[in-house]
């Protein structure tokens, strides 16, 4: 992983979760109105990620599960 992932990724402090608000945050500047943000996520953070979706304005928040039943990807579209 350590050859692949960046830095950040592999480390996102103790709860996984450091990388999120920066990518949420950022994703405004970059995004249109209507358009979509999609995360991996740890099979534990969806409930967490989701709320900072949600918390950012982002609107249609979900999360998807992969084909273990997992939680793995939390999506939301930019609304402003």
Do not use: N
């Not at 990724?9 to 358009?35: K, N, S, T, V």
């Not at 709320?51 to 402003?80: H, I, N, P, Y």
Request: aromatic letters at 10%; glycine letters at 16%; hydrophobic letters at 40%.
């Amino acid at each position: 992983m350590r050859d692949y992932d960046p830095p950040l990724a592999l480390r996102g402090g103790p709860d996984g979760l450091a990388p999120y608000p920066i990518i949420i945050e950022g994703a405004q500047y970059h995004l249109r109105a209507g358009g979509w943000l999609l995360v991996e996520i740890g099979y534990d953070q969806g409930e967490a990620v989701l709320g900072m979706f949600e918390a950012a304005g982002f609107t249609a928040v979900a999360c998807l599960k992969d084909l273990g039943g997992q939680d793995r990807v939390v999506m939301g579209q930019w609304s402003s």
